[in-house]
């Protein structure tokens, strides 16, 4: 997660509690968290540091489950698959705080060029095997099961 005041990575996260449903969350470096922690905050800021979108994102409701952002913030989860419309922005946000990024740039495996290789090549064996036996070639119909049964096992 990365800190939402310079770029260098979070260490410190604070939650703030503004009231009974209102939540502040700061995820800060040392250097950041060191300033805000040693900075006096103005009463004004400390009591309404939520800004005025933050509070209509906040008390957005889903038309279809009826579950508010903050609920969500609470629970960590969403009520239904038309959420992520709903708090699309409030989403976004919440994941390049977390991830640093909005997409997901996942690893493949490194057995993955041998597994789809050799799906390619079973594919291609059970056709042979298929018109070898609508061929009546029965023995090269049981060498083709038998490299067939071969490549399932391993």
Known sequence: MK????????????????GEDHVEELHLCEV???KYL???????????????DDLDGANRVCEACGIKFVDFRNTGRLGCPHDYEVFREEL???LENIHGETRHCGKV???LPQCKQ????????RKQLSLAVH??????AAQLRDRIRQLEEN
């Open 32 to 34: 950041c968290a060191h």
């Open 92 to 94: 976004l946000q919440l």
């Open 118 to 125: 050799m799906q390619a090549e079973l594919t291609q064996l």
């Open 109 to 111: 495996p490194r057995r």
């Open 38 to 52: 040693s900075e006096p905050q103005p009463k004004a800021a400390a009591k309404g540091s939520i800004r005025d």
């Open 135 to 140: 061929r009546e070639a029965y023995e090269e």
């Open 3 to 18: 800190c939402q005041k310079c770029p260098n990575a979070a260490s410190l996260h604070i939650t703030e509690i503004l």
